[in-house]
T-cell receptor
Framework: LAKTTQPISMDSYEGQEVNITCSHNNIATNDYITWYQQFPSQGPRFIIQGYKTKVTNEVASLFIPADRKSSTLSLPRVSLSDTAVYYCLVGDIYDTGGFKTIFGAGTRLFVKA | KAGVTQTPRYLIKTRGQQVTLSCSPISGHRSVSWYQQTPGQGLQFLFEYFSETQRNKGNFPGRFSGRQFSNSRSEMNVSTLELGDSALYLC???????????????FGPGTRLTVT
């Protein structure tokens, strides 16, 4: 059972604001929502993390509604260098062997000039 | 502060051989996790080590093993290599135990393993 659902791909233009929404209907009470960015042939990079309401840092904003069943990563004024895969993570799966971090397929963002 | 380093960056091995990959975490980080990334399966969790003990394990066969040393550096070993083991192997470090927590993970650049 997938913990998160996000669009497979999105296109945008330079200078636009991009919002990527992630659905996580089965989020647990103690789960945080974390977003990572990955460029080709590099390891993922932490972008932002939140539990509820709104979190903002120098890179992005994260909006989380009261029911926490979804979240939206907002990237202001994207540039060509923001072309990457964005992963939404919510908690970990726990089964035989312990906790397993699940990355999912992510959202491939393509920023055009 | 130096980031996570992985060696070697690229490796070519023959089917049936074994391979050892190395990961040095960020100074002060005690947890190291390993992931396999392939175009078909995406990023998959292999295992996590904390204080020299494997704490969490993904769904990979026993050919995949690892260890962590007292300085938190970690190695991953794959024995009897198969063609399907060709992948980008990533390690990530975190301050505390990542599995089941909100600790963010810091990833290295990865080791690109090609099995022929």
């Amino acid at each position: 059972l997938a913990k998160t659902t996000q669009p497979i791909s999105m296109d945008s233009y330079e200078g636009q604001e991009v919002n990527i929404t992630c659905s996580h209907n089965n989020i647990a009470t103690n789960d945080y929502i974390t977003w990572y960015q990955q460029f080709p042939s590099q390891g993922p990079r932490f972008i932002i993390q939140g539990y509820k309401t709104k979190v903002t840092n120098e890179v992005a904003s994260l909006f989380i509604p009261a029911d926490r069943k979804s979240s939206t990563l907002s990237l202001p004024r994207v540039s060509l260098s923001d072309t990457a895969v964005y992963y939404c993570l919510v908690g970990d799966i726990y089964d035989t062997g312990g906790f397993k971090t699940i990355f999912g397929a992510g959202t491939r963002l393509f920023v055009k000039a | 502060k130096a980031g996570v380093t992985q060696t070697p960056r690229y490796l070519i091995k023959t089917r049936g051989q074994q391979v050892t990959l190395s990961c040095s975490p960020i100074s002060g980080h005690r947890s190291v996790s390993w992931y396999q990334q392939t175009p078909g399966q995406g990023l998959q969790f292999l295992f996590e080590y904390f204080s020299e003990t494997q704490r969490n394990k993904g769904n990979f066969p026993g050919r995949f093993s690892g260890r962590q040393f007292s300085n938190s550096r970690s190695e991953m070993n794959v024995s009897t290599l198969e063609l399907g083991d060709s992948a980008l192997y990533l390690c990530a470090s975190s301050l505390g135990l990542a599995g089941g927590s909100s600790y963010e993970q810091y990833f290295g650049p990865g080791t690109r393993l090609t099995v022929t």
